[in-house]
């Protein structure tokens, strides 16, 4: 009952799906539930990546794969309240033109978006579009849902081996999840963010396309676990948000890069290139 009350409050954090009513009466108000509750932050990835891809695979039996894909990404936006994107506008715009640690963490708490965090919200929504599009519809789904977890799983990886940056008892909503969460409960949220993608490569049996996406999606958690600890000397939610977002992209390319290739096994087929849009 414990596991279920945390993966709960992990939807109810981490997603705008609704934890409401009864339900909501039932799991309470209780902020030291936040870190146990990480632990279930890739499976509201798996969850929230399945809901977009049913999303998709409906509207693809009527539309091109393209548009699908536009209101596929819309509604996993919608799904998400758009938190990790946030991260990442907030990230950019702090990381884009500043060097002095205050006025970084000063930057990342201001709610309004600048030029560096609109450019970077940009790029990064038509980077997974023209990602997605170029890769067969087959293999959406399973890119979708791999890619979604795993790369939560890098976030929680950064926050379990950085300090908290804000030294205000007070600051940032990842403050009590930074001050109480353990070592085991960051060990299940990468082993069940891990789960998915080799499960998909055994079920498939293409192991190059995982691999080589899990292994993008490490080297760019890797560099900005790097960047992050030399900027600000440890993390901030808006530094997961960011990490998460550019896991998820390297992952998508990585397994992109090799579909293009044409190393996969065969048993799901990359396209052609007159078939990609």
Do not use: N
Request: glycine share 10%; hydrophobic share 55%; aromatic share 6%.
């Amino acid at each position: 009952m414990l596991q279920i009350r945390l993966l709960l409050v992990a939807v109810q954090f981490y997603s705008r799906l609704p934890v409401t009513g009864r339900l909501a009466q039932w799991l309470g108000h209780d902020p030291a539930q936040l870190a146990p509750a990480t632990r279930y932050f890739p499976v509201v990835g798996l969850i929230v990546a399945s809901l977009t891809a049913i999303v998709y695979a409906g509207c693809g039996l009527v539309l091109p794969h393209s548009v699908a894909l536009m209101i596929a990404m819309a509604a996993g936006l919608m799904l998400t309240g758009a938190f990790h994107e946030d991260g990442l506008a907030d990230y950019c715009d702090a990381m884009g033109g500043h060097h002095d640690k205050a006025r970084l963490l000063e930057i990342m708490r201001d709610s309004r978006i600048g030029t560096y965090g609109a450019a970077a919200l940009v790029m990064m929504l038509i980077g997974r579009f023209q990602t997605l599009a170029a890769i067969d519809p087959s293999w959406i789904g399973i890119l979708l849902v791999t890619s979604a977890s795993l790369s939560r799983g890098c976030a929680v990886a950064v926050m379990a081996t950085l300090p908290y940056a804000h030294e205000g008892a007070a600051e940032g909503i990842a403050k009590p999840i930074a001050r109480d969460l353990s070592r085991q409960d960051a060990l299940v949220a990468i082993g069940l963010a891990l789960a998915p993608a080799v499960l998909a490569a055994i079920w498939t049996g293409e192991l190059p396309v995982f691999a080589a996406a899990g292994a993008a999606a490490f080297a760019m958690t890797a560099w900005m676990r790097r960047r992050i600890g030399r900027r600000l000397g440890g993390y901030t939610g808006d530094c997961l948000g960011a990490v998460q977002q550019l896991a998820e992209l390297a992952f998508l390319i990585g397994a992109l890069a090799i579909l293009a290739m044409g190393i996969e096994s065969g048993a799901l087929e990359a396209p052609a290139a007159d078939q990609i849009d």
